[in-house]
């Protein structure tokens, strides 16, 4: 089967472009199963309810998000009141965190999976740590459930590497967000987990990581509070393409995909 995951979408442009892009990249894939980050698709910083429910009417079957999920505070309610909800924030938070990291489904055709959200701590928040959260979840979904997906937000390659090579052979894919950069390391580990460090962002490639890149700059100049801005130039839709073995959850292959 084919799983197809989207990287960060940031902002307007990103969601018009998973908007745009989704039904011709299941014409051309046809995945079984569509995923995608979505921490950043409101203007950037975190996402409202009513962003979750337009992009999950797209046909993603579950949003992954990160340490922006927090920004909106609209979300705390909306991740408290929806514990079966499709859109995740990183499982590693605290307990008392709204919301849950791990949503257990099954395809139209009738395939179960689980995603798994988890965030490092490297350059990040010091939350709870995300490789011995990894083992206590794949501990709790049901022994059938083989296609196991992870999307690993995280800051520093190392970790990022380290964590991967923890999971592999116990999870179909450990894939990058959050530097909203794609990386060219795709590949299957030994064991049959697919990887890659980042799958880059959907949004403006013409900006210092989706925002306009003056106030970005200004910031780094004088080092004070600045007002970022969702960049217009270049959308570019970042996503890796994933195919594997359903009675295994092993990876068969995996290949990055930009658009356009
Ligand atoms: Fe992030």
Request: proline share 7%.
């Amino acid at each position: 089967m084919r799983i197809l995951f989207i990287g960060d979408i940031f902002g307007h442009p990103g969601r018009q472009l998973v908007k745009e892009t989704l039904p011709l990249l299941r014409e051309e894939f046809q995945p079984e199963l569509v995923l995608a980050n979505a921490e950043n698709a409101a203007a950037g910083f975190g996402i409202t309810p009513p962003l979750v429910e337009e992009l999950l009417d797209m046909g993603i079957a579950v949003l992954t998000s990160g340490n922006h999920i927090w920004d909106k505070k609209e979300i705390y309610s909306y991740l408290r009141d929806h514990l079966d909800g499709r859109l995740l924030r990183p499982a590693n938070y605290p307990e008392t965190a709204p919301g849950h990291g791990l949503y257990v489904g099954k395809t139209q055709s009738d395939v179960g999976y689980a995603v798994i959200n988890l965030q490092g701590r490297v350059f990040m928040p010091s939350i709870d740590c995300p490789f011995r959260k990894a083992d206590a979840l794949l501990e709790s979904i049901p022994s059938d459930v083989k296609i196991r997906f992870v999307d690993l937000h995280a800051e520093a390659t190392s970790e990022k590497q380290a964590l991967s090579w923890y999971l592999d052979g116990r999870v179909t894919a450990v894939i990058g967000t959050h530097t909203h950069i794609p990386t060219a390391d795709e590949r299957v580990l030994p064991q049959g987990t697919a990887y890659q460090t980042d799958v880059g962002m959907t949004g403006p490639y013409d900006s210092i990581i989706g925002m306009e890149r003056q106030s970005v700059i200004q910031k780094f100049l004088d080092q004070l509070p600045a007002r970022f801005e969702v960049a217009k130039g270049e959308p570019r839709l970042s996503a890796v393409l994933i195919e594997a073995d359903p009675a295994t959850g092993q990876a068969i292959s995996i290949r990055r995909i930009q658009r356009p």
